[in-house]
């Protein structure tokens, strides 16, 4: 296994990067990238989604044996595809320089939290009405 590839496992598993932070820094450098029929190819990426859906240009694919090649101007590759990627190790040291000198959204009482309203107040399930309780329903009458 390469360097590379134990290096950004590495990280990625301490949680320092993201896949897609990682990826993002990436683009426009070149990378290898194996598929999971063992196909692999060498191009430079475009773009790329959340989905780890890729589009790279300038692409030399190589079949599963390593007997053929076929250059290719651009190739779109779906995420649920991919095997592994091999990054630079510069892209990688550039996406950890750029998170430690950001400071954190996360963390103790930094950011929106899940079910954060904005402030509005005792506003759950069912209060906020004149006689208090969740209202009426269907079918079962209450007059008024």
Known sequence: MSKDIQLSRKVLRQGKLTQNGLLNAAQGHPMLVE????????????????WMNLTLKEVVQ?????????RLPEVY??????????????IIDLVKDQ?????????????????DHGGRGDRGRGSGRAGGGRGRGRGRGGGG
């Open 77 to 90: 590759v779906r995420g649920n595809n991919i095997k592994y990627l091999r990054v630079p190790d510069e």
């Open 35 to 50: 598929l999971k029929n063992g196909e692999t190819l060498n191009g430079h990426l475009l773009n790329c989604d959340t």
């Open 99 to 115: 998170q430690q000198n950001q400071p954190s959204s996360r963390g103790r009482g930094g950011g929106v939290q899940r079910g």
């Open 62 to 70: 190589t079949s599963p044996d390593g007997d053929k090649f076929f």
